[in-house]
Each structure stands twice: as structure tokens, then as C-alpha cells.
């Protein structure tokens, strides 16, 4: 069964930068492709970044230039490193891992709160 544990949120100020961390384990890694989505207070969760088996990153338009996902697979993670970072940002990411080899999956974290003080 698949693991994910993220790590890395907290409180910043408007401007300032964060890197979130999700731990994989369970399974294959490379036979994942990876996702970051969040979810604010009231809010649909939505995606945010996804970052395939060939190391393709989709970013949504409101994280463009701002952050940026990748994976190691030696440590079996995948980070989200969020600059330029704005109130908007603020809620709780979660870490997806999407199986792509096999029988279809999607696994989840159990996220991690990130506050973006003005």
C-alpha cells in the first residue's frame, strides 16, 4: 500500500518562500506520476503542479513562475518549492501519487498547512 507523508508547511510572510517534501513508499516510485493539490478553507481542492515519470511538470495558472515541482527518485520524494508566495496561497497541500503502470490508483497524504501572512 502506498505511503505518502508531506512535510514542510508553516507560517510566512507574503513574499517569502516555502519547500514542501512528500515521502513516497509502498510501492514502485517511477511508475508514479506525482501531483500537488490544495484545498482552502470552503474551497474545492484543486490541483496545483504535476510532474510525470519523464520529469514533465504542468503547472496551474496561478503557480506560474512562482513555484516549481520535482522528484528525486533515489529518495522516492517529490517537492514543491513555492516562491513569491501570496495570502491566496494559503491551505492545506496535499501530496497525490497517480499510478500510471498497471492497475490504475491514486493515493493521498494527509497534507500539510501552509498560512500566508500579508
Known amino acids: 500500500q502506498v505511503q505518502l507523508v508531506e512535510s514542510g508547511g508553516g507560517l510566512v510572510q507574503a513574499g517569502g518562500s516555502l519547500r514542501l517534501s512528500c515521502a513516497f513508499s509502498g510501492d514502485i516510485f517511477r511508475g508514479y506520476r506525482m501531483h500537488w493539490y490544495r484545498q482552502a478553507p470552503g474551497q474545492q481542492r484543486e490541483l496545483v503542479a504535476t510532474i510525470t515519470r519523464d520529469w514533465t511538470s504542468i503547472y496551474a495558472d496561478f503557480v506560474k513562475g512562482r513555484f516549481i515541482i520535482s522528484r528525486d527518485g533515489a529518495k522516492r520524494a517529490v517537492y514543491l518549492q513555492m516562491n513569491s508566495l501570496k495570502p491566496e496561497d494559503s491551505a492545506v497541500y496535499y501530496c497525490?501519487?497517480?499510478?500510471?503502470?498497471?492497475?490504475?490508483?491514486?493515493?493521498w497524504g494527509q497534507g500539510t498547512q501552509v498560512t500566508v501572512s500579508s
Open positions: 497525490n501519487a497517480e499510478r500510471t503502470i498497471g492497475l490504475p490508483g491514486t493515493f
